[in-house]
């Protein structure tokens, strides 16, 4: 069954409350409204709804009983303040909360996920990532026991299923780091649907060639069987042995692991974001996401060239991400 069917039959009843910072951008308030005639997602937009109005009026969109919040008018905003001085623990004064409150939605949006208002958080069509999740990374923050946040693309075509990270945030990360991000991507993979076989990347196979990246990744290998030794995992692989069964069981003889890969760790953010544009565009792959991973909650990132089906499929994966995480 194609990923989004199967999402509405998961999410169907369920209205999940995601707030939406950028709905003065079409794109998000036409997504959102389409939502709120539907049963899977309760949209929350944040801003002024006279504005609003005059989008919907000159797209031809009914704005309907679409539940806007403009934090001008936020009647627990004094709390709200309280909150996230108090979260930042000597890290911000009132004023300064009080100033980002009032003119970055995207922190007013992360504390009422943070407060319980809403269970999720998507933005980033209009604004960077950094913008998108320094709040979150700042207010909601990691899951016990974990230390970095990575962005992972669910790669789609016909009823394959693959998992590309860190495509996202991470520019060069540490062995520590790609462990990690192995645990939290086997994480992300079960929650779609796939049972996760995971796949440390390289330019090398099992030694194939030695050099300070490919120790890192031989590293990252030995402590996720370490730390996490109920994960089906092996490295280095290049990507075809990690792939292909029958270059993996040339490659690396006797690996359970290679051949077989659905989960794919990238040694570097370079490498993650060129192989899934190149799976993309070449190889006819759809790219959902990123989809941010580890955080408390679940905030995700549009991309700034996304279009109205892109907001309104990044919303049925976030509330799929908060019914896992119940």
């Known amino acids: 069954m194609y990923l989004f069917d199967e999402l509405k039959l998961k999410l169907d009843g369920q209205r999940i409350k995601l707030v939406f910072p950028e709905g003065n951008d079409v794109r998000v308030l036409g997504a959102c409204i389409e939502l709120a005639k539907e049963s899977h ?27 806007i919040i403009n934090q001008d008018e936020y009647e627990a905003f004094d709390e709200m303040v309280a909150a996230l001085v108090d979260r930042r623990n000597g890290k911000m004064t009132q004023e300064q909360a009080i100033e980002l409150l009032k003119n970055d939605n995207n922190y007013f949006g992360t ?18 990532t950094a913008a998108t999740i320094r709040p979150a990374l700042q207010i909601i923050k990691m899951k016990p026991g974990l230390t970095k946040t990575s962005g992972i693309f669910i790669m ?29 991507s ?19 196979t099992k030694g194939s060639a030695k050099s300070v990246e490919t120790e890192k990744v031989t590293e990252a290998l030995r402590i996720a069987q370490e730390r996490y030794p109920e994960l089906k995992i092996d490295g280095e692989l290049q990507f075809d042995a990690a792939y292909v069964e029958s270059v993996g069981q040339t490659k690396a003889k006797g690996s359970e692991v290679a051949g077989h890969v659905n989960t ?6 370079d490498a993650g974001n060129i192989g899934y544009k190149i799976a993309q565009r070449l190889g006819g792959y759809e790219a959902i996401g990123p989809v941010l991973q580890g955080l408390n909650s679940p905030v995700n990132d549009l991309s700034r060239g996304c279009n109205q089906q892109d907001v309104y499929n990044l919303a049925l994966i976030t509330a799929a991400q908060v019914l896992d995480s119940e």
């Open 156 to 184: 789609v075509k016909g009823d394959e299923r693959l998992f590309f990270a860190d495509c996202a945030i991470n520019i060069n990360p540490t062995a520590e780091d790609l462990a990690e991000n192995a645990k939290i």
């Open 41 to 67: 997602v309760s949209p929350v937009v944040i801003g002024d709804r006279q504005k609003l109005q005059s989008l919907a009026d000159e797209n031809n969109l009914s704005l309907g009983n679409l539940q």
């Open 264 to 269: 794919f760790i990238f040694p570097t953010l």
């Open 111 to 128: 504390m009422l996920v943070y407060l319980g208002i809403a269970d999720g958080l998507i933005s980033g069509a209009a604004n960077s």
């Open 186 to 204: 086997s994480v992300t993979a079960k929650q779609f649907g796939v049972e996760p076989v995971v796949g440390l990347l390289s330019f090398s």
